[in-house]
């Protein structure tokens, strides 16, 4: 069923800011700073790492990340803590010193479980701030606070409350890509991975779908439901076109291409799957396609490479710059410094918790 509506805030609104400077909560005990040369110690120590990505990360950089490797993950057993990482991270990030890896859901489920006193996310702000709703005595830390997102930046708490204004009774499902603050208003949060399922759980026949409107034109391409979507998108995602993929095609009919459904339609027309990144990756080790286009932000292609190098990735290559800002030297500041801090109000986490939870607590 197409979209019924799309609302959203009109052209030149001066967007909030998605990653608002936070408070550090308390006096902490800084760490000296581990030294950083490149010597055989560490090279020998580090070997089995560079194993991995090898692929990806040519021998004359990993004499620059090998260092912050093994400083970080020495850090990492001091602090009790441990490093969720996104799937859209660097190979070195991924690879080397993230305890789990994923994809929006698979980090909130696994911040549900973690035994550690500290969590350094490797994402972006919503990220942080879901980690931190679901585990909220424990300190949640991201290496920069200004890694924000498109989608989480193009509408507020109060945009909700309009919305529910003028739709009373319908209920309201937030992307999980939203503020603590949005989480707060809705009843029930989704992710790629299960925004269909989520959407089919609810009752009536309409349901408020934000912020992304692509997902939730994917969404109602699959479901009875009556959609009213808002118009935010992933500045990454909509920079892809079917033009593009068209091309790629032509010139190798045996190309296959794989989209993430934060896509255009145009684009996810021509994806021969389209899923979330964890479905993607997913997809590709079931398959072992010969040559295969990932129509997401281009790290994962770098990920999923250094797992399966007899897999050739054509990359049309749009980076997060969120997700950029989180780099090795910035985590071993988290963790020496326990910085910066991901601090809500209470009040606002414990409503935006019972939304992640309906999430994190359906039956798949
Ligand atoms: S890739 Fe898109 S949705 Fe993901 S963090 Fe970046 S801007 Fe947000």
Redesign the pocket.
């Known amino acids: 069923m197409p979209v019924l509506d799309i609302l959203g805030p009109t052209a030149g609104r001066t967007a909030p800011p998605s990653a608002p400077a936070l408070p550090t909560r308390s006096e902490t005990r800084i760490l000296p700073m581990p030294p950083l040369e490149w010597n055989e110690q560490v090279a020998n120590e580090t070997a089995h790492l560079y194993a991995r990505v090898k692929t990806v990360i040519p021998e004359i950089e990993w004499p620059f990340f090998a260092p912050y490797v093994k400083a970080i993950n020495a850090l990492k057993k001091e602090r009790n803590a441990v490093i969720l990482a996104h799937n ?1 991270q660097t190979p070195e990030i991924y690879n080397c010193v993230a305890d789990f890896v994923g994809d929006s859901l698979q980090l909130a489920r696994e911040a549900t479980r973690v035994d550690a006193d500290v969590i350094v996310q490797c994402g ?1 702000h919503f990220m942080a701030e879901t980690s931190k709703i679901l585990n909220p005595e424990k300190t949640v830390l991201i290496p920069d606070s200004k890694a924000g ?4 930046s193009s509408i507020t708490g109060e945009d909700v409350r309009l919305l529910r204004a003028r739709f009373p009774g319908v209920p309201v499902v937030a992307y999980v ?1 939203t503020s603590a603050d949005v989480k707060a208003e809705v009843d029930i949060c989704c992710t790629s991975s299960n925004a269909l399922q989520v959407v089919e759980s609810l009752p009536g026949d309409t349901v408020i779908f934000v912020p992304d409107q692509y997902l939730a034109n994917y969404v109602a391409g699959q479901t009875s439901k009556k959609i009213i979507a808002w118009k935010g998108a ?4 909509e920079r892809f076109t079917g033009e593009e993929l068209r091309r790629f095609r032509e010139d190798d009919p045996t190309i296959q291409i794989i989209a993430h459904p ?1 896509c255009p339609p145009d684009v996810i027309a021509e994806a021969d799957f389209t899923g979330s990144t964890a479905h993607m990756i997913d997809w590709v080790r079931a398959k072992r396609p010969k040559r295969i286009v990932m129509v997401t ?1 281009c790290s994962m292609a770098d990920n999923v490479q250094a797992e399966l190098p007899d897999v050739e990735f054509v990359r049309p290559c749009n980076l ?1 710059p ?2 950029k800002r989180i780099t090795l030297p910035k985590i071993l500041d988290s963790l020496v410094y326990m910085k910066e801090e991901v601090v809500i109000d209470p009040a606002i986490a414990e409503r935006a918790r019972r939304s992640v939870e309906r999430m994190v607590n359906l039956k798949s």
């Open positions: 859209y972006v997102c498109s989608l989480a890509n992933c500045e990454v995602h934060e932000e997060c969120h997700m």
